[in-house]
């Protein structure tokens, strides 16, 4: 890394920010179940970085060392891929260690409050057989054990599924016995027990029970594993092939995906070396690739947990409950943006208006077409339904449907054929670009011609996450902003850049540029020679008084004048000229650009009112 820069590597500071939310898990002023919905939270965050971020600088590294390309890096902080590689693994074993001291003290927390996590090491005698009766009944018949040895090859290992690994003792030395936890499985475990609610973990009770699989005698050392696998695509790899429809060439990427090789192994304290080494072997992992942890290997069972204890009533575990404000139950979005703008800012305001004006707009005889831009959806979107409603009613309705929204695109490609069936025209977009817009045009024709409603968001149109991430959402009738988003989605309709708008930014052509060239504006406005405080207040601030300055030194310097034809007798000009040359100095001063020379002409005629006419006329009084 540059000793010299002022940037910090993208990657760290990631990692740094994934930090503080995971120290919001032990957080006292955050209540409690908000603290174990925290820990969950990083533990997803890190999940997706690994799949992302650390995938594609794994890709990188790997091609750098096949062209012997060692030399590319960033360009901020001058680090390669390699090097981030090698700075983020001791940063996220470190966050690991913290993470655990978090976990052991939310588990004491939240046995403070009624909710205990079954320890499988210290049951007593009627928990061991309530356990083990569960275990034989409701997981011993769906399990799916598996060897490995000379007959029995590797099997695949999914990503982020949480797998038993058992050190198996044979007749001729060992085997390696595995059994899948599927994700199919129930994996939080709730019994009422003593005035408590316990919970435990599926695959912590199919550990504690793998000998009633392998044997009792065959089980040597056993542990948890988990694999975290690139999920980053590219999706030009499936572009070869023109002919096949873009949507088939997503959903064989996505089939593809699963089996990216693996970037991280989370594995549980007691992991026998023999395992890892074969693990990393068949994995192609590197030891530093390899994170030991006491906490469970994947968090989100808090949720569920948080969930039931929400259902039990605990207000005072959670924040209290926030809901957005919700509008007249005759309210009219659609009348109201006809009289004026409209914006709406996500979730202090709800989004329900904006899904009525689309069920309106979908029924209302004199809308002809609905033309919207879909990034992530809701998997039961209403938003969806009203286009489709629109496009059986006869509307045109025209979808863009970006296939590659990250982890959603299975969702998408789902949408987007039942959307195609309804009737609507589906866009997929650029090759180059993703469409990341958030635009709706609803165009009527009515007596007066066509009008348009336009609609200009930052959120997604997703109702479920509208009530979670702060957005806004711009609703005009304007006519010259319809006829512009009209012409976007005609570009759109046609994969062409959008090269020339008035009213509206669009990227790439007509965004960040139009940004900068209004902050150069700002710049140069603000521009002042070093722009040092003596000088901003010379060049800003006097100058605007110097017109009021120059008025009232002229006028008085006029008057005294015109009293006393002081200045005609001096010169030999007529009286009525008396006011040419104040007039000719305040020219000279005020239409000149150089204040200095300005204000110097504005001395000199207060001098001359003060140091003349005034002494001439007292003199004048005092002879008459």
């Given amino acids: 890394m540059k000793e010299d820069t002022i940037f910090i590597n993208r990657e760290l500071s990631w990692l740094d920010f994934n930090r503080r939310v995971l120290v919001l898990g032990k957080d006292k002023n955050v209540p409690l179940a908000e603290q174990v919905k925290f820990l969950a939270i990083y533990g997803s965050n890190l999940d997706e970085f690994f799949m992302v971020r650390v995938g594609s600088l794994q890709e990188r590294a790997n091609l750098a060392r096949s062209q012997k390309d060692k030399d590319k890096r960033e360009n901020k902080t001058n680090m390669t891929a390699e090097e981030q590689l090698n700075a983020i693994m001791p940063k996220v074993a470190h966050l690991q260690e913290d993470c655990d001291k978090y976990y052991e003290k939310a588990l004491e927390n939240l046995d403070a409050c009624g909710y205990k996590k079954v320890n499988f090491d210290a049951m007593d005698k009627e928990q061991e057989r309530f356990w083990k009766k569960y275990f034989q009944n409701e997981l011993f018949p769906i399990l799916s054990p598996q060897i490995v040895d000379n007959r029995h090859p590797f099997p695949f290992l999914r990503n982020k599924e949480i797998y038993l690994g058992a050190l198996l003792k044979e007749k001729e030395g060992q085997s390696l016995g595995m059994i899948p936890i599927s994700s199919q499985m129930e994996r939080l475990i709730l019994v009422r027990r003593e005035g408590k609610t316990e919970f435990a973990l599926t695959e912590e009770l199919v550990l504690h029970y793998a000998s009633l699989i392998f044997g009792k005698d065959a089980v040597q050392e056993k542990c948890l594993f988990r694999v975290t696998r690139n999920a980053d695509i590219d999706v030009k790899e499936g572009m070869m092939d023109h002919d096949i429809d873009y949507r088939e060439i997503m959903a064989d990427l996505l089939k593809r995906r699963r089996k990216l090789a693996a970037v991280r192994l989370q594995v549980t304290p007691t992991a026998p070396q023999e395992i890892l080494r074969l693990l990393c072997d068949k994995l192609e992992l590197s030891h530093k690739r390899v994170f030991a942890q006491k906490s469970p290997l994947d968090l989100s069972f808090f949720y569920k947990l948080t969930g039931k204890m929400e259902a039990e009533g605990n207000p005072e575990l959670f924040y209290p409950s926030a809901r957005p404000m919700l509008p007249p139950q005759d309210y009219d979005l659609a009348a109201e943006v ?282 004048t009084n005092r002879r008459k």
Wanted: proline share 3%; with cysteine; hydrophobic share 45%.
């Fill in 338 to 619: 006809e009289k004026h703008d409209v914006l709406l800012s996500y979730p202090y305001q709800s989004i329900r208006p904006f899904i009525a004006m689309l069920k309106k707009a979908a029924r209302d005889p004199e809308v002809i077409s609905i033309k919207m831009t879909l990034y992530r959806m809701a998997r039961e979107s209403q938003i969806v339904q009203a286009l489709i409603e629109a496009a059986e009613n006869g509307k045109e309705v025209v979808a863009l449907v970006e296939l590659r929204a990250r982890f959603d695109e299975q969702n998408n490609i789902d949408w987007s054929k039942q959307l195609e069936e309804a009737g609507c025209t589906i866009l997929y977009g650029f090759d180059d670009y993703k469409v990341h817009s958030k635009l709706t045009l609803i165009t009527k024709k009515g007596p007066q011609g066509y009008s348009y409603i336009t609609q200009i968001g930052t959120g997604n149109y997703n109702e479920k996450t509208s009530e979670l991430y702060t957005d806004y959402s711009f609703i005009t009738a304007d006519l010259g902003i319809g006829e512009e988003a009209s012409n976007v989605f005609q570009n759109l309709a046609v994969q062409k850049l959008t090269e020339t708008t008035e009213k509206m930014l669009v990227a790439p052509l007509r965004f960040k540029s139009v940004l900068l060239d209004e902050m150069d504006r700002v710049i140069n406005a603000a521009k002042l020679d070093g722009a040092y405080m003596p000088r901003i207040y010379g060049k800003m601030i006097i100058p605007q008084l110097k017109g009021a300055m120059g008025s009232c030194i002229t006028i008085l310097a006029m008057y005294a004048l015109r009293s006393f034809d002081f200045i005609v007798s001096l010169v030999g000009y007529t009286t009525s000229s008396a006011w040419t040359l104040p007039v000719w100095m305040y020219n000279e001063a005020f239409q000149s650009n150089n204040f200095a020379y300005s204000a110097a002409i504005s001395c000199f005629l207060l001098a001359l009112v003060l140091v003349l006419i005034l002494p001439l006329t007292y003199w």
